[in-house]
């Protein structure tokens, strides 16, 4: 009863260090999505994925690429790290059945300092 | 430019009474609703969407309102528990990728 897994749960970085934000689902979901969430704020969209092979940028790309490795997982990376990119991101997919609401995983806590 | 904005940062009700939370919408395509529930340190769960064909969807204690000539969508729950309290976001989405765009969030504090 996994649902949306993230891994780390919890990260600190130095400023222009390397990182891979891993999301995996087991739920057969089609699409996938990462998302930011700064204090104050509701959730940004990042990047997604509507169907495997496929990715596309959302509201907020700059720093950040991302694969899309099977059906069950997609990895959030961000190359050279930014105390701007200090957030929680969320992972969440959904099936792409109309009107099925995205599942979200509990989240990474990233710091960079 | 916020597309989904929720205009009171928190709400404070009593148990059992109603609590009534809003969400206004600037995107005319939008044509589906969620709300999603969230406590510390964990994921948005959702609750309860809508679709722009209708005006109201039902489910327990959580009723969605849609009032799409103002733009307007609000969540009502009755009879309001301690364990409803959360930050609660709107989100809605255009077209068949169902990217969200979530308001700010209310947070949500039943009182015993």
């Known amino acids: 009863n996994a649902g949306v897994t993230q891994t780390p749960k919890f990260q600190v970085l130095k400023t222009g260090q390397s990182m891979t934000l891993q999301c995996a689902q087991d739920?057969?979901?089609?699409?996938m999505y990462w998302y930011r969430q700064d204090p104050g704020m509701g959730l940004r969209l990042i990047y997604y994925?509507?169907?495997?092979?496929?990715?596309d940028k959302g509201e907020v790309p700059n720093g950040y690429n991302v694969s899309r490795l099977n059906k069950r997982e997609f990895s959030l990376r961000l190359e050279s790290a930014a105390p701007s990119q200090t957030s929680v991101y969320f992972c969440?997919?959904?099936?792409?059945?109309?009107?099925?609401?995205?599942?979200f995983g509990d989240g990474t806590r990233l710091s960079i300092l | 430019d916020q597309q989904v904005k929720q205009n009171s940062p928190s709400l404070s009700v009593q148990e059992g009474r109603i609590s009534i939370l809003n969400c206004d919408y600037t995107?005319?395509?939008?044509?589906?609703f969620l709300w999603y529930k969230k406590y510390p340190a964990e994921g948005p769960t959702f609750l309860i969407s809508?679709?722009?064909?209708?005006d109201k969807n039902e489910d327990g204690r959580f009723t969605v309102f849609l009032n799409k000539s103002a733009k307007h969508l609000s969540l009502h729950i009755v009879p309001s528990q301690p364990g409803d309290s959360a930050v609660y976001f709107c989100?809605?989405?255009?077209?068949?990728?169902?990217?969200?765009?979530f308001g700010k969030g209310t947070l949500l504090t039943v009182n015993p």
């Open positions: 809508i679709s722009s064909i209708k």
């Open positions: 739920m057969n979901h089609n699409s």
């Open positions: 969440a997919s959904r099936q792409t059945d109309s009107n099925q609401p995205q599942h």
């Open positions: 995107n005319s395509m939008f044509d589906y």
């Open positions: 994925s509507a169907s495997e092979g496929t990715t």
């Open positions: 989100a809605a989405s255009a077209g068949s990728n169902y990217k969200l765009t």
